[in-house]
């Protein structure tokens, strides 16, 4: 299961997250907690997804089935974007 959360930023170490030690992760008895997020952090950011998504248009827009797909893409993109109320 996923959860989107908005409004929120990814924090920088599992020292400094709020899910560490509520059940829903427990990383932060890691170590090194204070210095790193875990490499298997649950935690992914929309950015990733988005970029990923800019990438796969950019990579169809080389003809004109390509450039239907990049539009269709486009489509994904702006409804990712609103369902995780991301602003630019």
């Not at 990814?10 to 170590?31: D, F, H, L, N, Q």
């Not at 649950?42 to 080389?62: H, T």
């Not at 539009?71 to 994904?76: E, R």
């Amino acid at each position: 299961m996923s959860v989107i959360v908005t409004k929120a930023e990814i924090p920088k170490t599992c020292g400094s997250c709020e899910a560490s030690g509520t059940g829903v992760c427990r990383k932060w008895t890691y170590k090194d907690c204070g210095q790193k997020r875990a490499d298997d952090c649950p935690l992914k950011s929309i950015d990733g997804l988005i970029e990923k998504v800019e990438q796969l248009k950019k990579s169809c827009a080389n003809d004109s089935y390509g450039k239907c797909m990049a539009n269709a893409i486009s489509h994904v993109e702006k409804l990712i974007k609103e369902y995780c109320e991301v602003t630019e």
